[in-house]
Nanobody, 124 residues
Framework: VQLQASGGGLVQAGDSLRLSCVASGGALSTLNMGWFRQAPGKDREFVAVAGWSADKIYYRDSVQGRFTISRDNAKNTVYLQMNSLKPEDTAVYYC??????????????????WGQGTQVTVSS
């Protein structure tokens, strides 16, 4: 499975961005899809996950209510709609795919496939 993330950019605080991640070489409908981010000098952290089953959507607390993850299995694409962006959201954002189902999909080590990352910069 290959993942291609896009949609990052430079925005001001309060603006919105939508990230996209297109999967190829595999059916998105069978994969748990997550978004992670890594800011300079910090560890990679979980942002959101949309499991292959519709009842598994989770967010990290700091983005809850501002970010929305969604998936279009017909287009093999997962999205991350980011609203009310803050400077602390600045990071490289990665999409990732996990084959196995798990109650701890917030852990990056469960993901076998990773996209190349897209930079999101939020100025104050």
């Amino acid at each position: 499975v290959q993942l291609q993330a896009s949609g990052g950019g430079l925005v001001q605080a309060g603006d919105s961005l939508r990230l996209s991640c297109v999967a190829s070489g595999g059916a998105l409908s069978t994969l748990n899809m997550g978004w992670f981010r890594q800011a300079p000098g910090k560890d990679r952290e979980f942002v959101a996950v949309a499991g292959w089953s519709a009842d598994k959507i989770y967010y990290r607390d700091s983005v809850q209510g501002r970010f929305t993850i969604s998936r279009d299995n017909a287009k093999n694409t997962v999205y991350l709609q980011m609203n009310s962006l803050k400077p602390e959201d600045t990071a490289v954002y990665y999409c990732a795919a996990a084959i196995l189902d798990s109650p701890i999909l917030w852990m990056s080590k469960l993901y076998e496939y990773w996209g190349q990352g897209t930079q999101v910069t939020v100025s104050s």
